[in-house]
């Protein structure tokens, strides 16, 4: 108990730094996992000398903190993002991994003399991209919505291929007709999994009324955890189920939405703080430099040969311009996930394990720098860089149980078509009406000759009857003004 303060005070001191860093990691277009490893390294053995070598724990902690990871990806994956790119982000997903596997493994094997299943092993530690390093980059740097949609489900959904792959190799499953059966599987089965779980959890929670706004976020993130164990129990994939049921409850008309996403974007970022803060600490730089030049090859291996193929080979049957799969090419970085990948076979104890692990450290800090620095540039060159899109409109809930009514919040984004509509071409179905108009911090009574702005906030009084007709000529307007409806646009 004397050191309870002492800990959590570190532990607040490492947070409040890591938080401050990201300020200068997206000024200077940098991922902020590279400050929150440095940082991870300053505390321990070659700075403060903090030891931590403990790989069942560092695998088990890693874990749990990707399952927080994709949580928060998951419930912030827009479906209309998404879904024009659903066909390639799947395929890279899957036949990349694969691709990747063979590909890496192989050359592997002939540059550096490991032996086959070492090799493979390497191949799929690498054969996985990382949501977080990918976006805190692209965020800024004004990609169109299809390129960034691949990238988006790519990395939410190919951690659990690549971590089925490493626990085959990293346990010495012997290879079979079966086993392609097990994988696909695992996946199948997951993917199910999550999504019954998210539907089901969506239905409860709008049916509802909890005597807290905060236990909403609350629940809605334990329905994912709840997926992940289910699906673990299973024997099917954990992280495909965490992934899926995040996207189908952040796709869902949730009570409380945006303070659900805002929850689940703090909880996302604690997560990757803490776990590249354990990396870091768990990383030795007397080891680190005698892995600089296996870390080197198998970095250079995936980016200029590994990653290029698989993206052909996935993205060519869509259809996907040349210059897109340039980009697509380059932008896939590695991050957390396959550190934590290359700690299962250092926990199972295998033969080379330690240099697998530090060469991934020095493939993951110099090729995400590299990598990084070159994206905008790369993006304008190929005539990808546009102007940033509208954003989706927000809308969020809040339902009166006693009442059966709800009450929604809808904030007007720059560049929405709801700009400059009067409230009578609204047409909101009966039982609905905008109650409340907020613009720049003074409310007002809005009539029907009211005309709607950017960055309005309208509160919209609807019976929960008519909730749904009500959200969906708000969409619909937002996306298309106010003839939404001859022109094809529902809302949906």
Known sequence: MGDLPVILGSGAIVLLASVLAVRF?????????????????????????????????????????????????????????VRPSLGPGIALSTVAVLVTILVTGSVLHLLLGLDWRTALLWGAVLSSTDAAAVFSVLRSSGIGRRVTGTLELESGLNDAPAYIAVVL????????????????????????????????????????????????????????????????????????????????????????????????????????????????????????????????????????????????????????????????????????????????????????AQRLLDAVFVLVIVFTLLQAALLGPLARWLGLARDAEPEEIQVDAAPLDELGAVLLQVRIQRGSRLHGVYLAELRLPSGSGVSLVVRQGKGFTPADTTRLQELDQLLVVTTQAARSAAERRIRAVDRAGPLAKWKGELGD
């Open 25 to 81: 990691s997206i000024r200077l277009g940098l991922p902020s996992l590279l400050i929150y490893l440095g940082i991870g390294v300053l505390i321990g053995e070659a700075g403060f000398g903090v030891e931590f070598d403990n790989p069942q724990l560092t695998q088990s902690l890693g874990l749990a903190a990707l399952v927080m990871i994709l949580t928060e990806g998951g419930l912030t994956t827009r479906w209309s993002t």
């Open 169 to 352: 190799l990293a346990t010495g499953a012997t290879l079979t007709w079966s086993l392609p059966l097990l994988v696909v599987y695992e996946l199948v089965a997951g993917a199910l999994i999550g999504f019954l779980l998210g539907w089901a959890g969506a239905l409860a929670l709008r049916k509802a009324a909890l005597p807290a706004t905060g236990l909403y976020p609350l629940a809605t993130v334990a329905v994912c955890v709840v997926a992940y164990a289910s699906a673990q129990s299973g024997h099917a994939s954990g992280l495909l189920a965490t992934y899926v049921a995040g996207v189908v409850l952040g796709n869902s008309r949730l009570p409380h939405r945006s303070d659900t996403l805002s929850f689940a974007e703090g909880l996302g970022w604690i997560a990757q703080i803490g776990l590249f803060v354990l990396l870091g600490l768990f990383a030795s730089p007397e080891r680190l430099v005698d892995s600089v030049v296996p870390g080197l090859v198998a970095g250079a291996v995936v980016l200029l040969l590994a990653r290029p193929v698989s993206v052909v080979l996935s993205a060519a049957p869509f259809r996907v311009p040349w210059r897109e799969q340039v980009f697509l090419s380059w932008a896939g970085l590695r991050g957390a996930v396959p550190i934590v990948l290359a700690t299962i076979p250092l926990a199972e104890g295998l033969p080379g």
